[in-house]
């Protein structure tokens, strides 16, 4: 065990921001350690100071509810950062989807709480339904819900022509969610989580499969992980197992389909609105879509006649929007 006078040195060193010196004491005790046959506890020490040396992020404390990491250079390629404003009663969900997410968010406040019974908050969640319906949003009402920042996984930035390095920025993320609480998005997770027994496998693609799993599993973390995907059954089956809540999506029912455009559109005169047969244009569209016709509609009402929407603005809008879904889908 390391003397007082020993600790005491460490703590002033420490205090004072005496690197050096603090790095020799960290050393000597390990050598000490090690002479005394506990190297078990001298290899311990000796990493610890490696990650002491290595660069890490800087804090810069700003008038956020958190401090907002200065992401650093290795970062920056695998990492954005921002805070959303979004909250769940922005988003049009069923009466389920809506129940699961605020209970997350009920837990993730009351994880102190649950804490104290042994208990944890649920905070690995893979969200998977089809585009357009919701998923990458929902991160951003979590993010928002929480007053935390929202890390948006650039995978691009992993997946590089130097595939062997991506096991090595996927631990810079990991290491990252240690550094920073926040919610932490890997958008379209497909590209590192595909079945490993896929016709176009190779060992490349396996070992990065396995070190997402590895990380998954030994992440323990404060940081909530969203993955999102829009082909389910593209995924390992392993990877569902990492996740502690899975959430489907669906393309909006005709009740939510009107919900969300009179949302969209309350600012509006819509007193001459059908809705239940714009509701039936709209069958099929995702949920992003409709948002998108509606904003589609009211500018067109405003050019040609001012606030008040018609029937023919909709769906006029629907219809362009699911063409245009249908070339985006094709091309």
Do not use: C
């Amino acid at each position: 065990m390391p003397s007082a006078q020993q600790i005491v040195a460490l703590i002033k060193s420490h205090v004072r921001g005496d690197e050096e010196r603090f790095y020799s004491l960290v050393l000597q005790l390990a050598a000490e350690e090690a002479k005394r046959g506990h190297a078990v506890v001298a290899e311990q020490l000796r990493e610890l100071l490696e990650q002491a040396k290595s660069p890490r992020p800087r804090v810069v404390y700003s008038h956020g509810p958190v401090p907002v990491p200065s992401v650093r250079s290795d970062l920056a390629t695998i990492l954005s950062v921002h805070y959303p404003k979004t909250l769940l009663s922005n988003m049009v969900l069923d009466d389920d989807l809506k129940t699961r997410l605020s209970r997350i968010v009920h837990e993730q406040r009351q994880r102190g709480r649950l804490k104290s019974h042994g208990l944890n908050a649920r905070r690995k969640l893979l969200l998977t339904g089809p585009p357009g319906t919701g998923k990458t949003m929902t991160a951003s009402a979590l993010a928002g819900e929480l007053d935390l920042p929202l890390f948006s996984v650039l995978l691009h930035g992993i997946l590089t022509k130097f595939m062997g390095e991506a096991a090595a920025k996927l631990r810079l993320i990991f290491d990252a969610m240690i550094e920073m609480r926040g919610v932490y998005l890997f958008d379209e997770i497909d590209a590192l989580g595909a079945k490993r027994d896929s016709d176009n496998d190779v060992g490349e693609a396996r070992r990065i499969l396995n070190s997402f799993l590895q990380f998954l599993e030994q992440d323990h973390s404060d940081a909530i992980i969203v993955a999102t995907t829009n082909h389910e059954s593209l995924l390992d089956r392993a990877l569902f197992r990492r996740f502690q809540a899975i959430l489907k999506y669906q393309l909006p029912s005709a009740a939510l389909t009107i919900e969300a455009l009179q949302m969209r559109l309350q600012s509006f005169d819509v007193s001459d609105v059908d809705w239940q047969t714009t509701a039936i244009e709209a069958r099929g569209l995702s949920h992003a879509d409709i948002m998108a016709a509606a904003e589609d509609a009211a500018r067109n009402a405003i050019l040609d006649r001012g606030p008040k929407i018609l029937d023919s603005d909709l769906h006029g809008a629907i219809a362009a929007r699911r063409n245009q879904s249908h070339v985006d889908s094709n091309g």
